[in-house]
T-cell receptor, first 115, second 114 residues
């Protein structure tokens, strides 16, 4: 059974702190790992990591994929109250020989930034 | 840019009632998905449609049916709603041909079954 595990489940930090969120996976036919941010409604896409792109950075956010350890981290530096959200990790898995895939999600990390 | 549009946004049903959740995307994506999100459970895949004309079961398909009406639209039907189906339902779409894209989500439908 494919499994994606995120830790911690929740995290409360002060504005300006740096946080690291973790994601580990056990899946067959790994294709990609994605990070999403979910505030009140729909998850919004942050990063996609694949074998050909194991490190991504956008402003204060960065993510690394460790294919040997079957894990990924999401770093947020100089946190702001607007970073408060649930962060979801998802792993894309091949489902056919035609390149189609489906995502399996972890339960998410709820991040709260205190002003 | 509409992206992925879901209707309705909220719905309350009584046990045993039926309803259809509608989803449409305007990004010319070939793949579409239905997820449900419950506290502490994350997003779980109900059904997906890898391309127009095909549908497949996900992790939690029991109690649901889907129809890929055309490339744009993918509906989810509850034939006889149960309280265990109280959840937030998200439709999503992606492109798995040519330049791959991540999943784009709709804003969700909050369903309560009493």
């Amino acid at each position: 059974e494919d499994k994606v595990v995120q830790s911690p489940l929740s995290l409360v930090v002060h504005e300006g702190d740096t946080v690291t969120l973790n994601c580990s996976y056990e899946v067959t036919n790994f294709r990609s790992l994605l990070w999403y941010k979910q505030e009140k409604k729909a998850p919004t896409f942050l990063f996609m990591l694949t074998s050909s792109g194991i490190e991504k950075k956008s402003g204060r956010l960065s993510s690394i994929l460790d294919k040997k350890e079957l894990s990924s981290i999401l770093n947020i530096t100089a946190t702001q109250t607007g970073d408060s959200a649930i962060y979801l990790c998802a792993v894309g898995i091949f489902i056919s020989n035609f390149g189609n895939e489906k995502l399996t999600f972890g339960t998410g990390t709820r991040l709260t930034i205190i002003p | 840019n509409a992206g992925v549009t879901q209707t309705p946004k909220f719905q309350v049903l009584k046990t045993g009632q039926s309803m259809t959740l509608q989803c449409a995307q305007d990004m010319n994506h070939n793949s579409m998905y239905w997820y449900r999100q419950d506290p502490g459970m994350g997003l779980r895949l109900i059904y997906y449609s890898a391309s127009e004309g095909t549908t497949d079961k996900g992790e939690v398909p029991n109690g649901y049916n889907v129809s890929r009406l055309n490339k744009r639209e993918f509906s989810l039907r509850l034939e006889s709603a149960a309280p265990s189906q109280t959840s937030v339902y998200f439709c999503a779409s992606s492109s798995n041909t040519g330049r791959r894209s991540p999943l784009h989500f709709g804003n969700g439908t909050r369903l309560t079954v009493t």
